[in-house]
């Protein structure tokens, strides 16, 4: 069977169950070329998570500013509060003695050492309250607030040893007077301090030595000078006078120095009681 040309030739755009082409507008398209695809409107699909990731990054980005703008806001605050506000235990005012500013300190305790000078010291012994005469103050002695009631030490140096200083007589029956325990009571020191100059002439006083040898010994008069101190500052509080010390009479018992074969007398006991009794009345 031949081709008749009264058909025109088939349309390779249209498969066979597809039928007919739809009628073109405008004209046809070029021979052999698709006819342009329909637009329905739909939007393009969305980007890759390239989009998502620069997101992160920006809210990221974002929290870090808030953070850097709330810290330097606290820094600022804590700066403003600085400069109104003066920095705590710290003070441009001078200070004097121990560091307190100047009439806000408390007062020291009447005759109380402040501060207490170098030599002062802590007695251990009745025999210690002797350091005052050398002027060093006893802390735990108690502290002078006036004749009434004051309990007293007195002590005398030796004119071969000046700087030894041993107990005088103090009568047990006055109220001024203190056993050797109570020591820390004491707020009065008596110093008799030799005068130099005031020996008088050897008084010959014969004794036997510890191998029952026969020796002589010079004893020496002399006079003291009597100062009262209180105890707790080693300041000078009064005067007792001049106390001799008499050798009417040779002692039963007596200590020398082996070299000089000399003994000086003691300051007269009745004399001391007279002048306290004075002082502390």
Not at 162 to 185: E, F, I, L, N, R
Request: include cysteine.
């Amino acid at each position: 069977m031949t081709v008749s040309d009264s058909y025109p030739p088939p349309d390779p755009n249209v498969t066979p169950w597809s039928g007919p082409p739809a009628p073109q507008q405008g004209g046809y398209p070029p021979y052999g070329q698709p006819p342009p695809q329909p637009y329905y409107g739909t939007p393009p699909p969305p980007a890759p998570n390239r989009s998502n990731k620069g997101l992160i990054i920006g809210l990221v980005a974002g929290a870090v500013v808030v953070i850097l703008a709330i810290c330097g806001a606290g820094i600022g605050l804590l700066l403003a509060y600085d400069d109104d506000e003066p920095a705590r235990g710290t003070s441009s005012t001078p200070t004097l003695g121990t560091g307190s500013t100047p009439g806000t300190g408390t007062a020291p305790t009447p005759g109380q050492a402040d501060p207490p000078n170098n030599n002062s010291m802590t007695a251990r012994f009745s025999s210690d309250l002797a350091n005052v005469c050398e002027g060093s103050p006893i802390l735990n002695a108690a502290p002078y607030s006036g004749p009434a009631g004051a309990k007293a030490y007195t002590f005398s140096n030796n004119p071969d040893r000046p700087t030894s200083w041993s107990s005088t007589y103090v009568p047990s029956d006055k109220s001024y007077y203190a056993k050797g325990a109570d020591y820390q009571k004491v707020s009065v020191v008596g110093c008799l301090k030799f005068d130099e100059g005031s020996q008088g002439a050897p008084k010959k006083c014969q004794y036997k030595d510890k191998a029952e040898k026969q020796v002589t010994i010079g004893y020496v008069s002399s006079r003291y000078t009597l100062t009262f101190y209180a105890a707790r500052t080693a300041e000078k509080i009064g005067d007792g006078g001049t106390v001799t010390a008499p050798t009417n009479r040779c002692p039963s018992f007596i200590s020398y120095d082996k070299t000089t074969m000399r003994a000086y007398a003691t300051p007269d006991s009745g004399t001391i009681e007279a002048a306290l009794d004075t002082f502390l009345s």
